[in-house]
């Protein structure tokens, strides 16, 4: 099967959407929605190919929803925290404990403590983080494990901004100058018992990926080598290898699946397959992003002879990305008639499709070409399961549009999120 939902699937359930009674109102000019069968389908595919004992810490920046998040709990997967808010939405969620991995960059003395007191494990992003936990772990007691990232310095992929293993990398201890610090601290401190790596997001192929793995595998061998002969009796026996794992954006791609890379690590790294490591894997875009979708009333053509504008009701609030850094970034784009139905053919006009923001730069898509596209229309912006909505910028205040979320192509709908009211937005500037 196709990593990503097709046009044909997309328009089935928006037609019924917008045949559902209550479901869409005049206000709701964009909607995002999620399909929550594909989503359940690769999360049980993605559990069901590693062991038992591995811990799927879904990357909670991918996407927050609360409701999604306990559909996430209620199939048997974790969550990886990346702040203290979203350790706290984790909790309120419903994941117990032992499902959830802090990865913060910048944790506080403070929140390392509440992490340590509930348990949580823990990867600490420095060596200086390391020192600070050992503080506190004298003061109180805990039933955490901890672990720390390694940047394995292998390299950037193809997007330099969510790239995180070059030489130098804002996160995590750069393995190439710290080798003995990393060895003392390892030998120094019994409760540090993982190691923790990513690579990046979506710019990075399987390969730089595998050669991250690699290096600090060799790494906690020669570890585990050197605990073994001081007679240590303990071991490293976390691997957390991160997320990462690229997604389709495009018609004509298909991305490596998580079947694929499953095999490929059994096959180079069969050693983190057997009892003698708990693995811990933290996918965000690949679980989510082909799951989402979003639709825009086309509010205004504005037609030019050498362009015509596109004028729709997201953009840059909600594709910061894809606004800011338009190289680097694709959604493809289908247009739907009123009905939902989807548009063909090939108009003669290049379209610009623009969002509602006040600045210039707020365009989703330039310069290409799409069926005749009418007033009352609908674009659709296809993939935005992940690192959209999560990424909500507030500039020029615009209300966050209603999500929804379905099941068989629209047979059940369920209402994941409403549309922000005023009231809302009010309170969050007062
Ligand atoms: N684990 C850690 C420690 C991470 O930093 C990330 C992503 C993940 C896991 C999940 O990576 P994924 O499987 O989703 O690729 N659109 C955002 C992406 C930032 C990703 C940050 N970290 C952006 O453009 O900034």
Known sequence: MLSRLSDEKISAAFRRAIREPGLLGEEDSAVIFYDLSYLKERIEDMIGLFPESALHAVAVKANPLTKILKQIKDLGAGAEAASLPELYLAEKAGFSSDKIVFDSPVKTVQEIEYALKAGIHINADS?????????????????????????????TGSILSTS??????????????????????????????????????????????MKGIETV????????????????????????????????????KEPVSMSQYKEELKYRFDQLFTDEFRLITEFGRYVHANTGWTASRVEYVKKEKSVTTVMIHVGADMFLRKCYRPDDWHHEITVADSCGNIKTGRDKNRYVIAGPLCFAGDMIAKETILPEIAEGDYIIIHDTGAYTLSMWSRYNSRQIPKVIGYYNDGEIFEILRERESLQTLWEFWN
Do not use: M
């Not at 790494?219 to 976390?238: D, M, W």
């Open 127 to 155: 060596l200086q983080e390391i020192e600070r936990i050992a503080v506190i772990l004298n003061r109180i007691s805990s039933q955490s494990t901890v672990g720390i990232r390694i940047n394995p310095q292998v390299g």
């Open 164 to 209: 995180v293993a070059g030489e130098f990398s804002k996160f995590g201890v750069p393995i190439k100058t710290n080798r003995e610090a990393l060895t003392e601290i390892f030998l120094k401190y019994d409760w540090l018992c993982g190691v923790h790596l990513h690579i990046g997001s979506q710019g990075c192929e399987v390969g730089l990926i």
């Open 217 to 252: 595998l060799i790494f906690v061998n020669e570890i585990n080598r050197l605990l073994e002969k001081k007679k240590a009796r303990r071991r490293i026996a976390i691997f957390d290898i991160g997320g990462g794992l690229p997604v389709s954006y495009h018609r004509d």
